[in-house]
């Protein structure tokens, strides 16, 4: 079984940053791609960014580009989530998953979400 738990969520004025960071349960980190995902109340669960099993190729969702960053410490098990420049849109319950591309049906495990509220 895979666990992953995410923390680092919380509120912040417009302009401001956090770092989520996600933490992988065992030996089953390092050898898989992993994403993050944000979702508000009503919407669809939808992609942010993604990261390949070594770190060296990411993908970002256009609203995010520029602004957030994917990083991963394979030793420590853990991903994350630089977020940089957060806007009020960018209200949103945030996910970690294992797995890649920009649909959920291409992950199969997922955190309990972190929430990350932006105020104007």
């Known amino acids: 079984q895979v666990q992953l738990v995410e923390s680092g969520g919380g509120l912040v004025q417009a302009g401001g940053s956090l770092r989520l960071s996600c933490a992988a349960s065992g030996r089953t980190f390092s050898g898989y791609a992993f994403g993050w995902f944000r979702q508000t109340p009503g919407k669809e669960r939808e992609f942010v960014a993604d990261?390949?099993?070594?770190?060296?190729?990411?993908y970002y969702e256009d609203s995010v580009r520029g602004r957030f960053t994917i990083s991963r410490d394979n030793a420590k098990s853990t991903l994350y989530l630089q977020m940089n420049s957060l806007k009020p849109e960018d209200t949103a319950v945030y996910y970690c998953a294992r797995g890649g591309g920009t649909v959920t049906s291409g992950y199969d495990y997922w955190g309990q979400g972190t929430q990350v509220t932006v105020s104007s």
């Open positions: 990261i390949s099993w070594s770190g060296s190729t990411t």
